[in-house]
C-alpha cells in the first residue's frame, strides 16, 4: 500500500480546538470487526469491557518543553525540548561546548541541562548562538544533529525542572490554532500521568477520570502501566509514497516487571488486553517474545506497525482519531483492517465527530 491511500478529506471545523467540557463525556465510536458501528460516549467504556481483561496505559507526562525567548539580537525565538542527552567528556562539537551521546543511556534525565531541541528559525539559530528565554534560563546552541535538530545546553539558575515548570509552555500540537493557557496544564495530560518525558500526551487516555478508572476495576479488569515518552515524530508527517522508506523514529520506553506480569497472567488465563492508544500498542509489540509474553525492560524504540501485522500481544484498541498519512493511522488500520477503519473514518466526519488530541475516541473491538 501506498501512503496516499491513508488519505481522507476532513473539515477543519471538526479539528478539535480545546477539550470537552467533562473527560469521559467525550464520544466514542465503537468499531467491531463487522457489522455497523455503534455510537456511544466514553464513559460506556466498561461495559464493553470484560472481567478477567487488562487495560494498559501509557503513565508518561507531557512537561513544558515549549521555550520561548529572543535571540541577543532582540528577534523572537523559539526552543522546543526533545529529550536529554548524556554527556561525553573530553570532545567538544563543532559549537565548541560537549559533544552529546545521542542515545538516553539510563532512563530519562529530566534534570539534564544537555538536550536534543527543535529551534525556530531554523535557519537562523546555528551553533554558537543563546536564545534569552528569562534571567533564570538561557539556551545555548551547540550543534547540529544529521537529522537538523541541535544539541542546546540550558543555563538556568536554580533546579531545571522548576525553571521549566515556571517559563516552558505546554508544546500542543501544531494543529491546535490557540496559544497554550493554564488549563492545558491539566487537560493535556492524563489523569494517571507519572513519569515525565513527553512532547505530546498519549492523548487515547485523555477521555479517563479517575471515578472512571475505579468502575473498570470494579468490573473485574487489572489495569497495567507503562512508559513510552512521545516524541518529536508524533508531529512529522510521512513524506515518502512508500511507507518502506519512512525513516521511524524511536521513542524512550519502560515496561516494569509488575505491569508484565499483569499482562502476562491475563494472556495465559484468556482474558484480553486492551491498548490505551497507539503508543501502549508499539510498547507492548516491541517487548513481546514471538509467543506473546511480554519481557519486562527499558530502552528504544522505532517499530514501525503497518499492514501486515501480525500482533503478538494486543487484541483491543482505545484510540483517538489521528492524521491522514501518518504512521499512526497506519498502525490502527494493520489492527482493525485498512478497509473498516477508513470506513469508520468516513463515518466519523459524517456524525461530525471532533478530531485529533482533543477530540473524540473510537474503540477497536477484538476480533474474537
Known sequence: MRISDYDYALPPDLIAQSPSDQRDRSRLLVVPPTGAFEHRTFVDLPELLSPGDALVVNQSRVFPARLLGHKTTGARAEVLLVRPLAEVTGETSHGGGPSPDPRVREGW??????????????????????????????????????????????????????????????????????????DDRDRYQTVYAADRGSIAAPTAGLHFTNELLRRIEDRGVARAEVTLHVGVGTFRPVE??????????SEWYSVSEASADVINRTRASGGRVWAVGTTVVRTLESVADSD???????GETNLFIRPPWDFRVVDGLVTNFHLPRSTLLMLVSALAGYSRVMDAYSEAVAQGYRFYSYGDAMVILPSS
Open 240 to 249: 515518502v509514497e512508500d511507507p518502506a522508506e519512512h525513516p521511524m523514529h
Open 292 to 298: 506473546g509474553r511480554v519481557r519486562a525492560g527499558q
Open 109 to 182: 534525565d529530566a534534570s539534564s541541562t544537555l538536550w536534543e531541541a527543535l529551534v525556530r528559525p531554523g535557519g537562523k539559530l546555528k551553533p554558537g548562538h543563546t536564545v534569552v528565554v528569562s534571567d533564570e534560563l538561557e539556551i545555548d546552541i551547540l550543534d547540529t544533529l544529521p537529522s537538523g535538530n541541535r544539541v542546546v545546553r540550558l543555563r538556568v539558575t536554580g533546579a531545571v525542572e522548576e525553571v521549566l515548570s515556571r517559563w516552558g509552555h505546554i508544546p500542543l500540537p501544531p494543529y491546535i490554532a490557540r496559544p497554550d493557557g493554564p
